[in-house]
């Protein structure tokens, strides 16, 4: 089997609502998503998305298609291996993104071609895990209160709060939620690399003391010192390395400094599959949990599914509220149970339904 092509088609997402998961992300109105299309010669295609709500497909595009595209072009797509070194090769040129759709693609055509999901191909751990609901920023303490609680009575694992980014601000919002949900509900904190030194040690001695699971990206993404002194000084577990957006050698300076207790990653911010398979195996190997961030839209997520079946080591599959920011351009989306579980897909490959109607219909160009 040989690649013989690859396309991008750019396709509108409207009518996002108005979204914040702090500083460092926001949207609404409209963004961009990409189909990643990467054919062969024995009729099997490989599909992937590129873009979120808040980050279009269009910045990244282009230099897929010309840094990426020639080096895939009459290869065996089989090769994943060697094609993952080859993308990375050019890491300068173009983001993980870009590399993350391409190694997606590729596993899905091994799906594909071999008649089995992508995460049976790897070899399966389970056939379910547990949901947990992450918020937006929200307007009040009281909002996501709220939202905890529905989200409880619905069955979900847990609740995780990206918070208003101020100190007060932030503490009252995981009091709230505390008090509402109350002692025995898990519940994270993620301040999405808010603070410096000072305000992670108060919130995280306040929220330590309300029995939060996990105290995640308090400080700069890349601060492995403050990290390393954090960790010394609460006795809640600390979650960091979702980013900085790099592969598989931004991890060990972590790992040898002792600076988290979880390792982090998925599909798009890590470079795809590939690399996160071989972080899953290293933090197994120090007796951690990988767990696995949010996709960033609905086929990235269900790549981040199939991971999830496959490594020992996760213990949750976040979803990222809300939900019309996260689910499109499939005709069937990834679904919680009444007991809060996401189920295994089952079909080859990825086993996605692609709306392949919408996307003609939002199609904005096709890039060759």
């Not at 989200?151 to 101020?166: C, D, V």
């Not at 957006?245 to 998925?266: C, F, I, K, Q």
């Not at 920011?325 to 692609?354: C, F, H, T, W």
Request: negative net charge.
């Amino acid at each position: 089997m040989k690649i013989t092509d690859i396309t991008l088609t750019l396709f509108a997402w409207k009518g996002l609502p108005s979204i914040s998961y702090g500083a460092h992300a926001s949207g609404g109105g409209e963004s961009k998503l990409g189909l990643l299309a990467i054919e062969t010669d024995e009729g099997i295609t490989g599909h992937a998305f590129l873009g979120s709500a808040t980050n279009g497909a269009d910045t990244e595009a282009a230099a897929l298609i010309r840094s990426l595209k020639p080096l895939m072009l009459g290869q065996d797509p089989f090769a994943r291996e060697l094609l993952n070194q080859k993308l990375w090769s050019r890491i300068r040129q173009v983001t993980t993104r870009a590399i993350g759709a391409i190694d997606i693609a590729l596993w899905d055509i091994a799906g594909k071609a071999l008649g089995v999901p992508i995460y049976k191909l790897i070899g399966k751990v389970r056939d379910e895990i547990p949901a947990y609901a992450s918020s937006a920023v929200l307007s009040s303490a009281e909002a996501y209160a709220e939202e905890a609680v529905r989200y409880r009575e619905e069955g979900w694992a847990a609740y995780k709060i990206h918070p208003p980014q101020r100190l007060k601000d932030d503490i009252a919002a995981c009091t709230a939620v505390r008090r509402a949900v109350g002692d025995d509900y898990r519940i994270m904190l993620d301040s999405t690399w808010a603070y410096d030194f000072p305000t992670a040690l108060r919130v995280g001695r306040a929220i330590e003391e309300m029995g939060f699971y996990w105290y995640e990206d308090p400080l700069h993404d890349q601060d492995v010192y403050n990290y390393v002194k954090l960790r010394q000084t609460l006795r809640i577990p600390i979650m960091a390395t979702e980013y900085p957006m790099t592969g598989l050698e931004s991890y060990p300076v972590w790992l040898m400094n002792h600076a988290t207790d979880y390792l982090r990653g998925d599909v798009t911010v890590k470079g795809g599959l590939t690399t996160c398979l071989k972080t899953a195996h290293l933090a197994q190997a120090f007796r951690m949990n990988y767990e696995i961030h949010h996709g960033g839209n609905s086929l990235n997520n269900l790549a981040n599914l199939h991971l999830a079946m496959c490594i020992p080591n996760t213990e949750f599959f976040e979803f990222l509220l809300p939900a019309a920011a996260q689910n499109y351009g499939l005709l069937e989306d990834i679904e919680i149970d009444s007991k809060g579980m996401v189920r295994a897909p089952d079909k080859p490959g990825l086993g996605a339904e692609i709306d392949f109607e919408l996307i003609r219909k939002n199609q904005i160009a096709v890039l060759r």
